[in-house]
């Protein structure tokens, strides 16, 4: 347990320290210097979510803040929600731990010592196996679901602000050498 923890604090720690995010794809935009033209109509929030991606440096920030993908994508609700799962799961987990009645490698391979409490042990072993899965449901749900979301979101803000830039104003066409003055709307998909 005392190994876990020093690994997890050197792993938080050297992340911070390296700076370095980590990528399979390259990026193709610099958004630190590109000033896009934006409607009006645009919210910061709207804004922030269409500059919103997930990288393979937010899977593994995800990996120890429980919620942090749907933080990011601005439902506080659901990640509040995983943030209490993953401490259940965690809760359970210590509690195993804690008793060393058994241990964990015997409980997760289901060998039973010879000599102790079929009941106890069982017990064990339920709570250890939801204890897991909670850990690694509430893990993969936030980045998956969270994921999810955030393309959704995405697409529709640009639904939302394309169609206003489809309606536009049409010139009306010239009867012989008379021009006169129309508007027109034109509506395309």
Known sequence: MKHAIILILIFIFGYEISAQDIDIYSLKKNSNFELPVIDQE???????LLNRTLRMQ?????????????????????????????SVGYIGMYYVLSDNTFSLVNLINNKQ????????FNKQKRITYASLGLIFGSYL??????????EKKQELIRYKYSMKLNISYLESPNNGN????????RYSF
Do not use: C
Not at 141 to 150: A, K, P, S, T, V
Not at 178 to 185: D, K
């Open 178 to 185: 008379i021009a006169f003055p129309a508007i027109g709307l």
């Open 42 to 48: 645009t919210s910061f929030e709207e804004f922030q």
């Open 58 to 86: 937010d899977m593994v920030i995800a990996a120890v803040v429980p919620g942090y993908v749907h933080f990011k994508v601005k439902e506080p609700t659901i990640g509040y929600s995983m943030l209490a799962a993953r």
């Open 141 to 150: 749900f936030d980045w998956i679901h969270g994921r999810e979301r955030l």
């Open 113 to 120: 010592p010879a000599s102790s409490n079929t009941d106890a």
